[in-house]
């Protein structure tokens, strides 16, 4: 039996929470297109469809809020947290945002252009979608290991650098505006990057002169495996190793609803000054006046006080552990996993579970559909639906190698006993998993389908 780790925290605030029966559920599917995107929060008994905003603040971060400077322009709160972005990332400018893909869609539109193409060891869904929007493409390069479940390299989100280096030749460099990685890789299961690959990956990017990004959700979770599993860092605190990481690069877009532990909140932060204007007046535009990019300023403070709590070791062990203990009891109980965990999530490998389903009819959908009709646990499935993409020459789809069903835990929110039902659950899934079908779609949006699709049992 898997060990649960010790909490860094002690409960002060809690939250009811309630199970609707199995015909409530049955009904509730039904009224939501099978999408659970579509099924009322107060109707999910634990809720692992994201980690994003959807983590407890702590007492310090609530204070902040008590203290929120809501002036138009350039508020306390803004040079609070511009502190301790510089103090953290180092970057010399940032712009606040609302979340992470308003700071993406910001960079992408002041920089791509119809034809262009950015690198990345693997966009998830809404960075793809905002190169895509513009006309760009997104192109994925990780290393094979980061394709195979069961491998067990200790970074298997690194960038494939001989295929990237041959990738820019290929395009040629002034077709490719900006390449990125992204810490850890959440589409490919969570994996962390090596601060040896992000330096080699840098290296490659500025020998073309390609502005170099990273996408920082979870760069804390990133470090600590760097400091955990990469010879010379094991002494090294994490907020020195974020340093250092951020260093080998020109900027990055974060969504704080991650590692910065708030509800809501986002910045893009780099070192060009002519970037940064560009950015200045696109979120004027879109997001806000540039010190507050649509955030409140008790906002702000929460950001900036949940960084510097992101960065904590105590924390960081916890957090990671806390992962680990749902990774092992699913392997207890058969249930196949990407392996090794990453930080914030653990992954169902659904091709393994639900191998006579073809992806062609969806089996990640179909078993998140599943999860929730057996226990009220919303999870969310990264594979066909997310994922998957008409061919522009051929018109045939085209299905990504992995197929996941991910279940996110939010931070500082579940406790044991409400993983060890999760796993439960998912072991009652895998005696009848015989017995699942398939799904079709019945609408679909052009990007970002899985959002707002609807279904139908085949």
Same mark, same amino acid.
């Not at 712009?95 to 262009?116: D, Y």
């Not at 809404?126 to 192109?139: D, I, K, L």
């Given at each position: 039996?898997?060990?649960? %780790? ?14 609707? /029966? ?58 609070? *947290? ?8 180092? $970057? ?26 950015? %690198? ?92 170099? $990004? ?116 699913? *392997? ?21 579970? *639900? ?23 919303? /999870? ?64 679909? %949006? *052009? ?12």
């Amino acid at each position: 039996m898997a060990n649960f %780790p010790l909490e860094p925290f002690r409960i002060k605030v809690i939250e009811p929470v309630h199970c609707p /029966s199995r015909q409530e559920r049955e009904r509730i599917l039904l009224d939501a297109g099978y999408n659970l995107f579509n099924v009322p929060a107060d109707a999910v008994y634990v809720d692992l469809m994201t980690d994003s905003g959807t983590s407890a603040m702590s007492d310090n971060q609530w204070a902040g809020m008590m203290v929120g400077d809501e002036a138009y322009a350039h508020a306390r709160n803004f040079f609070n *947290l511009k502190e301790t972005i510089q103090s953290i990332f180092g $970057f010399e400018y940032f712009v606040p945002t609302h979340q992470g893909r308003a700071a993406e869609n910001i960079l992408f539109t002041t920089m791509v252009r119809p034809g262009m193409s950015v %690198p990345n060891n693997m966009h998830f869904d809404t960075t793809e979608a905002n190169v895509a929007a513009r006309g760009g493409a997104p192109v994925n390069l990780v290393i094979k290991e980061g394709l195979n479940p069961t491998s067990h390299h200790p970074f298997k989100g690194n960038m494939d650098v001989v295929r990237l280096d041959r990738f820019i030749q290929d395009t040629k460099p002034e077709n490719i505006p900006v390449g990125m990685i992204t810490v850890t890789n959440n589409a490919g299961g969570g994996q962390p990057v090596s601060m040896a690959n992000i330096r080699a990956a840098s290296a490659v990017y500025r020998r073309y002169g390609i502005p170099f $990004f990273i996408d920082a959700c979870r760069y804390a979770e990133n470090c600590y495996f760097i400091q955990q599993r990469e010879d010379g860092y094991a002494q090294k605190p994490v907020k020195d190793i974020a340093k250092e990481m951020f260093s080998h690069a020109d900027g990055c877009t974060m969504s704080a609803k991650k590692d910065a532990l708030v509800n809501i909140g986002g910045f893009l932060a780099m070192n060009d000054v002519k970037i940064y204007r560009d950015a200045c007046n696109e979120s004027i535009l879109r997001e806000g006046f540039p010190t507050y990019g649509g955030l409140a300023g008790r906002d702000l403070e929460a950001m900036a006080r949940g960084l510097w709590e992101g960065v904590d070791q105590d924390y960081l062990a916890y957090r990671v552990a806390h992962t680990r203990y749902l990774a092992e009891r699913m *392997l207890e109980e058969g249930i196949p996993i990407i392996e090794p965990p990453g930080g914030h999530a653990v992954y169902v490998d659904v091709k393994r579970m *639900l191998p006579h389903i073809p992806q062609a009819n969806l089996p990640g959908q179909a078993l998140s559909i599943e999860l929730y009709r057996e226990a009220g646990v919303r /999870s969310i499935e990264l594979g066909a639906v997310a994922f998957g993409h008409a061919d522009p020459d051929t018109g045939e789809m085209v299905y990504p190698e992995l197929e996941l069903l991910r279940l996110a835990i939010p931070r500082r929110v579940y406790t044991q006993t409400h993983l060890d039902y999760v796993v439960n659950a998912l072991a009652k899934i895998r005696d009848r998993c015989d017995e699942l079908r398939g799904f079709r779609i019945t609408y679909e %949006p *052009l990007l970002l389908r899985h959002f707002t699709a609807r279904y139908e049992p085949l």
